[in-house]
């Protein structure tokens, strides 16, 4: 509705209500007068006049409807658009952890099966080492044997060379 429009009909309106009590009063009298058909057309020109501002407005309240009903729309299709990026985002965040989660286990897996590669080499090692030392063990007692046996021999043949010298000198005396 225009602003144009609004001043006419109120003084439209206006005037009617005004006229009346006195048309209604010219009425029951008798009617003095008969409308001339100027008058007829005028009031009919009202009514078309105020027939056309009612659907005016009925137009402009269902365009203000449909037009509120539009924001709506448009309003759920935003909030729908910013839920579903909060939970693509929220998707994503989960996505990312669990990849940190399963690069740190198969760091420590990897770092596990490093530290039982090293003690079994350590052990490995020490083991080695272990046998080094008894093989040098067992070395130094089989030389210590052989040394005492090699000692007891000496001893053995002194003495034996000595019982002879003893019987070579008992004898010939």
Same mark, same amino acid.
């Not at 089989?142 to 040394?147: D, I, N, P, R, S």
């Given at each position: 509705?225009?602003l144009?429009t609004?001043?006419?009909a109120?003084?439209g309106?206006?005037?009617?209500l005004?006229?009346a009590p006195?048309?209604?009063a010219?009425g029951?009298?008798?009617g003095?007068?008969t409308?001339?058909?100027?008058?007829?057309?005028r009031?009919?020109a009202?009514r078309?006049?105020?027939?056309a501002?009612?659907r005016?407005?009925a137009?402009?309240?269902r365009?203000?409807?449909?037009e509120?009903a539009?924001?709506?729309?448009a309003a759920?299709?935003?909030?729908q658009a910013?839920?579903?990026k909060?939970k693509a985002e929220k998707?994503?965040r989960e996505?990312?952890?669990?990849?940190k989660k399963?690069?740190?286990?198969?760091?420590?897996?990897a770092?596990k099966?490093a530290? #039982?590669?090293?003690? *079994?080499n350590?052990k490995a !090692?020490?083991?080695?080492q272990? +046998? &080094?030392?008894? $093989?040098k063990?067992?070395?130094?007692?089989a #030389?210590e044997?052989? *040394?005492?046996a090699?000692? !007891?021999?000496?001893?053995?043949? +002194? &003495?034996?060379? $000595?019982?002879?010298q003893a019987?070579?000198n008992g004898?010939?005396?």
């Amino acid at each position: 509705m225009s602003l144009l429009t609004v001043p006419k009909a109120v003084v439209g309106s206006s005037l009617k209500l005004a006229r009346a009590p006195i048309d209604f009063a010219v009425g029951a009298v008798g009617g003095l007068k008969t409308p001339s058909p100027a008058d007829r057309e005028r009031e009919r020109a009202d009514r078309l006049r105020e027939e056309a501002e009612l659907r005016e407005r009925a137009t402009e309240q269902r365009r203000a409807r449909v037009e509120e009903a539009a924001d709506e729309a448009a309003a759920e299709a935003r909030r729908q658009a910013a839920q579903k990026k909060r939970k693509a985002e929220k998707s994503r965040r989960e996505r990312e952890a669990q990849a940190k989660k399963a690069e740190a286990k198969k760091k420590e897996k990897a770092a596990k099966a490093a530290a #039982k590669v090293k003690r *079994a080499n350590t052990k490995a !090692e020490k083991t080695a080492q272990l +046998e &080094k030392l008894e $093989a040098k063990e067992e070395s130094i007692a089989a #030389k210590e044997q052989a *040394a005492k046996a090699e000692r !007891e021999a000496q001893r053995l043949e +002194e &003495k034996a060379g $000595a019982a002879k010298q003893a019987r070579k000198n008992g004898s010939g005396a």
